[in-house]
């Protein structure tokens, strides 16, 4: 069971959830071909995935990968990250999308919502760090969010 007491669990859960939330918002908008709103909805993403996605790359995966995590791999999710967010600039930087576009950035959410779900499980590993790990960790989650990069910066 995922123990939401933990301030790290409890902290970084609130932010995965508005992560798969505008993940989720984005690709329906796109499927629907509501690509104004989408790129509304995609600002809002790349404030919010900035410091959620540094934390994870920098700090959360490599504290996983001690503890022996074996599905913790630069390859597989900080590639998935990349993809996604090149879909998000893709739709940020571009005022206009031809077909092939939209369609890379169509897939490119849906790779998103895929690692979001795939990052969730990751979640309950958090709790099998002690605690001196876990309020090291909180600190930095907070000071990257205090930071407030946004992820097209990362």
Same mark, same amino acid.
């Given at each position: 069971?995922?123990? @939401? ?19 989720? %918002? ?7 071909d509501k !690509?104004?709103?989408?790129?509304? $909805? ?5 404030? &919010? ?16 990968? /001690?503890?022996?995590? @074996? $599905? #913790?791999?630069?390859?597989?999710? #900080?590639? /998935?990250?990349?993809? !996604?967010?090149d879909a ?17 950035? $169509? ?5 998103? !919502?895929?690692? %979001? ?5 990751? !979640? ?14 909180? &600190? #930095? ?12 910066? #990362?």
């Open positions: 069971m995922l123990d @939401t007491h933990s301030p790290l669990v409890s902290e970084f859960l609130k932010d995965h959830q508005q992560f798969s939330k505008l993940l989720l %918002a984005v690709s329906t908008l796109l499927e629907e !690509i104004e709103e989408a790129r509304q $909805r995609a600002r809002e993403l790349d404030e &919010v995935a900035g410091p959620h996605i540094e934390y994870e790359e920098r700090e959360l995966y490599a504290r996983l990968k /001690e503890l022996g995590e @074996t $599905r #913790v791999t630069n390859e597989l999710l #900080v590639g /998935e990250h990349h993809r !996604i967010r998000m600039k893709l739709l940020l930087e571009n005022e206009s999308l031809d077909e092939q576009q939209l369609q890379e950035a $169509r897939e490119g959410f849906k790779t998103g !919502i895929k690692h %979001a779900e795939h990052c969730g499980s990751l !979640i309950s590993l958090m709790t099998r760090l002690d605690p001196d790990q876990q309020k090291q960790s909180l &600190v #930095v989650l907070r000071e990257l969010r205090d930071g407030g990069r946004k992820w097209s910066e #990362v």
